[in-house]
């Protein structure tokens, strides 16, 4: 092992820019060559290939987003452009792959090894925190105190005009942040994929608390359960309240990691570069238990990552 690459994959998280620069900076001290791979799978096709050296990752573990640049790449669902993928890195030299990414980046990365043989470690990086056998992904931490911020923001103005927020976080098959942002900020419903909704019972749910003297009502709901928009139709002629839609989108993805994340992506790079110079390849590094672990691909990608369901009772009977 000469020569790695590092590439973020798929939508970016905040940490991604901390865990290329361990990758980077710890490959490089252990006698590594270590290249950049720019825009993904996608980047690779193309040959956006760069050497990396330390001043390429200086000052940029503070920095949301990803240096390397992300996309999605379609096409790499074809076996016959992972074989051009692979005769790229081949031809650059590239002895080993570190792909930090979500689930369908992790794909690309095991499909890489199964068929040409590339040696690849992945890194969880998703806000969803939807992959499996890792406790936590590169940038969840930072996301939901992003959204946290955000509601507890939306909570003050309700409060002062009386009004519900109908309030739509992302997760299109997980109902993770909008779970635990409504479990620490005290939202009186949260809506999910994992959980059938009924209207009638919340809405009047929902009345029988306004009518109690409650003088703001939050519902958070997941983007893959439902639209804010939709909520709102069933919801605001029965609930008593003056209702409003907040859409935080894109603003989920970005801002500067925190601690933690930074943390955990650090640790991550440097456990990616350690399986690689040791022989270790087709395997994901996972936070388990406060330590830092090595899990094959093929075990992590067999199945999604199921939400806790004691975190859906909690957030429901603390509402």
Known sequence: MKRIAVMTSGGDSPGMNAAIRAVVRYGIKSGLEVYGIKRGYAGLLDEDIEPMTFASVGGIMERGGTILRSSRCPEFVRKETRAEAAKIL????????????????????????????????????????DIAMTDMSIGVDTCLNTVVDAIQKLKDTASSHERAFIIEVMGRSSGYIATVSGLVTGAEAVIIPEVPVNY????????????????????????????????????????????????????????????????????????????????????????????????????????KKRLDMELVRLAGILS
């Open 90 to 129: 081949k031809k650059h030299g590239i002895d080993g792959l570190v792909v930090i990414g979500g689930e369908g980046s992790l794909h690309g990365a095991m499909f890489l090894e199964e068929e040409q043989k590339i040696p690849v470690v992945g890194l969880p990086g998703t806000i969803d925190n």
């Open 200 to 303: 009638e019972e919340l809405g009047n749910k929902l009345l029988e608390e306004r009518e109690r003297g409650k003088i703001n009502c939050i519902v958070v709901v997941a983007e893959g359960a439902a639209s804010a928009y939709t909520v709102a139709r069933h919801l605001e002629h029965r609930i008593g309240y003056e209702t409003r839609i907040t859409i935080l989108g894109h603003i989920q993805r970005g801002g500067s990691p925190t601690a933690f994340d930074r943390l955990l992506a650090s640790r991550m790079g440097v456990a990616a570069v350690d399986a690689l110079l040791r022989g270790e390849s087709y395997v994901m590094t996972a936070l388990q238990g406060g330590k830092i672990v090595t899990v094959r691909l093929d075990e992590v990608l067999k199945e």
